[in-house]
């Protein structure tokens, strides 16, 4: 077997045995939401609209069966309405009172897998807390439940069969290959194939660059969209430059993207003791990577940065899920994991050699601090990236390092947030720049006339505080010194169908309510006493 066979062969098994060990359970037909009407009225909103323009309203949105039919304003803050500026409500129609409430489009999830087998996470609970939070389109990146599943489940939600987002599956380059791809003609063949089977795009790894090189040109072929993870094992000959040369739509993380701005080396500085299946090793070393890139507005980190934007390169960054990484305590102890994270989730998170992601062998100080000056350059080069006219997206990676799906994306919000954009830009890259990342800004993405009728309604301005979209809401003292919880999105709406957002995170609330009561299960932490006893308890009911 020559070098590049065993090259993909190892990428494949550590990867795809993250993502795919075994199919979860589909969801459940609908039994949430009303809707969609012959029309629908959502009166006296402040709207958002997604496109960066700032707040208006009071406004009107006409909604009639899945897509958006008027957009009007029909007054003046702090003035009452005259109900003769505002849409007629027709016979079988449904009107929502949203005044005081703040309207934004759907949001896109840009890197969103479906559960896992190794977490407990199965389509009902991740799709459920997604829309909870507003989260109305998902990519998934690899289809780790398999294409003809990830495809089941889109046809069930664009039909509005099951409580899901839209769907868009990223098949993992090579899935389904009945031997490593080793040459340019396998890699185009396998590409046609994805293709014929009714994939939307490919994820990729890496791999050696004559079948890079043939897969990204063949898929762009067809007109088809692609991400990639630019693993280590392949980032050497291959990184993101080459990537959006040969045609890569949209990168993941920032792997990749440091090793295209070195400059005084070919081959990041690795310890020479160094192992790719050592989890430490492999974040630990991952977080020193940016310091040994161009420095910020030098000439070659510009024109890395200016040669991305020409070609249309979008980044998905997935802050969050590193977050663990620069503060371990503050991820370990979000306040939401008392009652929405799954028991079998929560073990999968606990330090272990074998779980990904779980790297915590000997976390400490040195890699926090080295993380914290990753995130700073990695920052500067989103936001001007974003300032320079390139595409940023929002993409959270649940499932892994402490990270939940739906809460995790609002903290990505806030993360973009910290790097810089404006909270109306943060909007953006949430809704629009999704859209246009996936080619579907003519179908979602802003509150406009044609558009379906994908939107959040929230009680709660986000654009003065990002946390109010929160389905634990955010903590305010009230003129009366009372303590209370204001925001979490208040309905979702996909393709003009109304969700109780509340009663999707109620519904969460009582399976892991459920499970937890089934096998006696309490959350610990790591090491202590009471983690140990409890896990002489559960051995075996896991």
């Known amino acids: ?39 629908l009225i959502i009166r006296g909103a402040t709207m958002i609209d997604g496109t960066g323009s700032p707040p208006i309203g009071p406004v009107d949105v006409v909604i009639e069966n899945n897509k958006i039919k008027e957009v009007r304003t029909v007054g003046y803050p702090g003035v009452e309405i005259d109900p003769n500026r505002r849409p007629k409500l027709k016979e079988g129609g449904h009107e ?61 939600s664009s039909k509005n069969e099951i409580t899901a987002p839209r769907i ?46 043939a897969a990204l040109e063949e898929n762009k072929k067809l007109g088809l969209r692609s991400a990639c993870h630019h693993a280590q094992l ?43 299946m050592n989890e430490q090793d492999r974040f630990g070393e991952a977080g020193r990577l940016w310091k040994q890139a161009a420095k910020p507005y030098s000439e070659h980190w510009n024109n890395v940065m200016n040669e991305l934007i020409e070609l249309d390169f979008t980044i998905d960054p997935t802050l969050n899920i590193y977050e663990a990484s620069r503060d371990l305590m503050r991820a370990r102890r979000a306040e939401w994991h008392e009652d929405y994270t799954m028991p079998s989730l929560w073990q999968f998170y606990q330090p ?34 974003k300032n320079r006219g390139g595409r940023v997206t929002v993409g959270s990676d649940s499932g892994f390092i402490f990270q939940l799906y739906g809460f995790a994306y609002i903290r990505e919000l806030e993360l973009l947030r910290e790097a810089g954009f404006h909270p109306l830009e943060v909007i953006r890259a949430a809704t629009l720049k999704g859209a246009e990342a996936l080619g579907m800004q ?37 003129e009366d010194n009372e303590v209370v919880r204001v925001g979490g999105v208040k309905y979702t709406i996909k393709d003009g169908v109304v969700y109780d957002a509340k009663q999707l995170l109620e519904d969460v609330k009582n399976m892991v309510t459920a499970e937890k009561e089934k096998i006696g299960f309490i959350i610990t932490q790591p090491g202590t006493p009471e983690d140990i006893e409890l896990k002489g308890k559960l051995k075996g009911k896991m």
């Not at 060990?21 to 589909?26: G, I, L, T």
């Not at 087998?117 to 989260?135: C, I, N, P, T």
């Not at 006339?449 to 389905?471: R, T, W």
């Open 1 to 39: 077997m020559n070098i590049r066979k065993i090259t993909f062969l190892i990428l494949t098994l550590t990867l795809f045995i993250v993502y795919a060990e075994a199919q979860v359970s589909k969801a459940p037909d609908r039994q949430r939401g009303d809707g969609p009407w012959t029309q």
């Open 96 to 156: 929502i009172d949203a005044h005081g409430m703040y309207l934004l489009p759907g949001f896109v999830d840009m890197h969103g897998h479906i559960g896992g087998r190794a977490q407990g996470a199965d389509a009902e609970y991740v799709f459920k807390l997604w829309m909870a939070h507003g989260v109305t389109t998902v990519r998934d990146p690899s289809a780790g439940n398999g294409l003809d599943w990830v495809l089941d489940q889109k046809e069930r």
């Open 168 to 213: 868009l599956a990223y098949t993992g380059f090579g899935q389904g290959a009945k031997e490593p791809i080793a040459t340019a003609e396998q890699a185009r063949q396998w590409v046609r194939d994805n293709a014929n089977k009714g994939a939307d795009g490919i994820k990729f790894f890496g791999a050696s660059p004559e079948i890079m090189q």
């Open 234 to 276: 392949n980032v050497a000959w291959w990184n993101v430059l080459n990537s959006a040369r040969a045609g890569l739509t949209s990168m993941e993380h920032w792997y990749g993207l440091p090793e295209a701005l070195f400059t005084d080396k070919a081959i990041q500085d690795y310890p020479l003791d160094y192992n790719y």
């Open 352 to 385: 272990s050699k074998k779980s990904h992601g779980s790297y915590w062998h000997f976390w400490g100080t040195e890699e926090e601090v080295s993380w914290k000056q990753n995130y700073q350059l990695w920052m500067t080069f989103l936001n001007e990236y």
């Open 442 to 478: 003519d179908q979602i993405g802003t509150i406009q006339v044609g558009k379906f009728a994908d939107m959040v309604l929230v009680e709660a301005n986000p654009l003065q505080n990002l946390k109010v979209l929160y389905g634990t809401g955010a903590i305010k003292l009230t």
